[in-house]
């Protein structure tokens, strides 16, 4: 018989007043309406395993289950979540004079983007504590995690997207079960939908940040991060930045492997957001705490279009704590990156994993970093999932030919 995995969990803690809570209850926020973090016996994980002993198991997030706060075996819901790869980006090396950079891989995981790491232990944890009806405002990858996740656990799922979303992601969702509806807003709006309907529908929010366990599902990027690397972190993380729970969650695995003595350097964070929706940008450059709503928010990165993250003084917090900056790219840059990526290293990253590339160019001609540094970027999702540029060339096999044409790259080569 397969024991239970060990569990450390001490409670839950405010993020912003520091009150306690249970961790063996249905929680959302704080009773101060801040997010919640879950809190660990580190001397405890110390004592049960160390870090050789943790990379000798299979790979996969789950190896880490010292570090994560579902209680029963019974309860995970999984779905065969891989390690993702890391993936250098020798052209772009080559062509910045870059020592390295390389690309953590989101992509890979189950429904083809990091959000199944989230969704992966909060839905383990919202079947070990009973819940049954999930509900989630989401810009599409998201949706697709839970309703996937959902459907695994036998749960009802409800789901609003803006009304932009990508058509993959609804269907996507759509196929996997879950009620979708298109909004006419962005995702701040379809979060409102999810709180008007709390009390009549009787779901729970899996909103970003108003549950506690997403953010430790995603945690498990920094701790695989540095399990690949034996240890040794990156001396930059360029990250996608909207909801934050990926730069907050890896930073807390960051903190959590130091006071362990698991690592010894922790790396700069950086935040990367469009220039058409960039709260935390402006934050970060003005030495606010909390960031003030994006007025008008567009970008094709429609996963980094959050115009106010609950979670922003976590994610500043980490950001400066780290030493890190905030940076804004255009959409423009980002589609000249993601090209780039996929003509010259193969690599077919997401708009906002694009984002980052398009950062770490910006980032190196002002200096910011150096190129002596090791970079680490991260794409979230995979391309497929996106608009991609039309290619509409035909070619008439019964008229001749012309190959030299064909060569040239002209798109008329039917004689």
Known sequence: MIADPPTFVTGLVCSGAGDRYGANHIRGLSDAGW????????????????????????????RYREFLPVRTRDNI?????????????????????????????????????????????????????????????????????LAAYGARAGMEVYVFCPEDTPEVNVREIALHGARVWRVNGLIGDCGKVVQAGADEMQWFDMSTLKEPYRIEGKKTMGLELADQLDWDLPDVIFYPTGGGTGIIGM???????????W?????????????????IVKAWAEGTDHAEPWEGAHTI?????????????????????????????????????????AQRDGLLMSPEGAATLAAFEKALASALIDPDDQVMLFNCGHGLKYPMPPSDQTLDHIRPIDFAAMAAGRADVSG
């Open 35 to 62: 997010p919640l973090l879950v809190d660990y016996d580190l001397d405890g994980i110390a004592a049960s395993v160390d870090r050789d002993a943790v990379s000798g198991r299979p790979p996969g997030m789950w």
């Open 77 to 145: 819901v999984s779905l065969g979540e891989v390690e993702t790869p890391i993936v250098s980006l020798p052209d772009v090396e080559q062509r910045l004079g870059s020592r390295s950079v390389l690309v953590k891989d989101e992509s890979r995981l189950p429904t083809a983007s990091f959000k199944a790491r989230g969704m992966a232990v909060a839905v383990s944890m919202a079947k070990e504590l009973g819940l049954t009806r999930l509900a989630l405002p989401t810009n599409g990858n998201a949706g697709a995690a």
């Open 251 to 261: 930073w807390k695995a960051f903190n959590e492997l130091e006071a362990l003595g």
């Open 263 to 279: 690592i010894t350097k922790k790396p700069r964070m950086v935040a990367v957001q469009a220039e058409g929706c960039a709260p």
């Open 301 to 341: 990165a429609t996963g980094i279009r959050v115009p106010a993250a609950i979670g922003d003084f976590l994610i500043l917090r980490a950001i400066r704590q780290s030493g890190g900056f905030a940076i804004a790219v255009s959409d423009e840059a980002i589609n000249r990156a993601q090209a780039a990526a």
